[in-house]
């Protein structure tokens, strides 16, 4: 979850070549597999686990350990 630029920049070319093969969609841009398969960018969906987990933490429904 914590990567560089280049780590998560790699994470999404596999995501956008898998999104390629299962669909076998070689003609859209990425943003229209995404859109079409119903998932977020990479990014994006750190970015939402991290804020799930601070929403846990701050309603006090989070395990004990964090």
């Known amino acids: 979850m914590f990567c560089g630029r280049n780590a998560l920049k790699s994470k999404e070319n596999i995501q956008e070549r898998a999104l390629r093969l299962s669909y076998h969609d070689y003609v859209s841009t990425y943003d229209e597999l995404l859109k079409k398969s119903g998932f977020d960018k990479v ?18 429904i989070s395990p004990t350990i964090i």
Do not use: C, D, R, T
């Open 43 to 60: 990014h994006h969906s750190h970015i939402k686990k991290v804020a799930l987990e601070m929403f846990k933490v701050m309603n006090n």
